[in-house]
């Protein structure tokens, strides 16, 4: 039974980990300022003797005997990190130093939750871990592209200076259940404005492209990445490399939730990129894994769960 420490554990992605985690007979702490996760995430857990919650800011230095570290405290949805972007910033960085020196004083394994959003607006399609990005270091996305950016650094830094055993993966979009309905990433928001019969919001003409993967495909990834053999230290892109445009997106969600909602026309946000989509090439090589839910399927079990949370009311507005 190994230790585990899963910091953003009552977000979208953490909670996922951590049922993994104690399924797989590990003992989890779960650590997590509910900035943007909530208990209700984590509330299945609770009652398991091998897992416990610490309501702690990543940005606070902790000190707790662990064997693995799954470093993913940080808002991932646009409107959430701009909202408040110098913390945002302050979350990846010092969050990042913090985990570091966590896993060095313990001589733990600690994984990174970087982002195709390193990749800024890619000029190479589709992105390879080998290419460097192109990201406006001054943009309104800046404050989250350029925190995970920073964090790989430190990350890199801290392995080749103290030999601290790291892993970094690069996640591209993820949606499915757990995802609260006020989100305000594109998945979450389509289904939940078709499901109220509400108008789809795509912003700008919706050619942009996404490759979207499915929640529990992405974690299998992860998991693997952080099981990896000790040399395999390089960034990996886990991601589903189906592409769609915004707008097939739309229509995907439209058709399996029968709605008669419309698509409206909104600003398209500064800098948000034009096409995303993984090279999955080292995932396949180094953990032999790809993804086995495709986009009608994964939105499907993501539209039976958000219907039957409309009966709660959210905690946020979509934006
Ligand atoms: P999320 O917003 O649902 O989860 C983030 C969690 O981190 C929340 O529970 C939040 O309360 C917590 N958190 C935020 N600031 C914190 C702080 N200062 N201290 C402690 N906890 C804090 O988002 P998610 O989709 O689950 O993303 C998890 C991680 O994966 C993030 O690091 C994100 O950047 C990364 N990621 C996600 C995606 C995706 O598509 N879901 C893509 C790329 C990267
Ligand atoms: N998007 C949209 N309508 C929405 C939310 C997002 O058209 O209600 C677009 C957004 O402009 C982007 C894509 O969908 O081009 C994915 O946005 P999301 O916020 O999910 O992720 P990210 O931009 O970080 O990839």
Redesign the pocket.
Known sequence: MKRILVTGGAGFLGAHICERMLDSGHKVICLDNLYTGSMANIAHLSGNPRFEFIEWDVCDPIDIAVDEIYNFACP???PHYQADPIRTMKISFHGAINMLDLARKHGAKVMQAST??IYGDPLVHPQTETYWGNVNSTGIRACYDEGKRAAETLFYDYHRQHGTNIRVVRIF?TYGPGMNAGD????S??IV?ALGGDD?????D?S?T?SFCYRDDLVEGIIRLMNAPDHVTFPVNIGNPNEFT?KQ??EVVLELTQSKSRLIS?P??QD??TQ?CPDISRAKEFLDWEPSVQLREGVLKTIAYFSKQRSEPSRLE??
């Open positions: 991932a949805s646009p195709s959003e979009n305000g990433r594109v998945v928001n389509f404005q789809l919001t795509v912003y700008g919706g942009q996404r915004v997106l739309a909104l398209l946000p948000d990129p995303r979509t934006r």
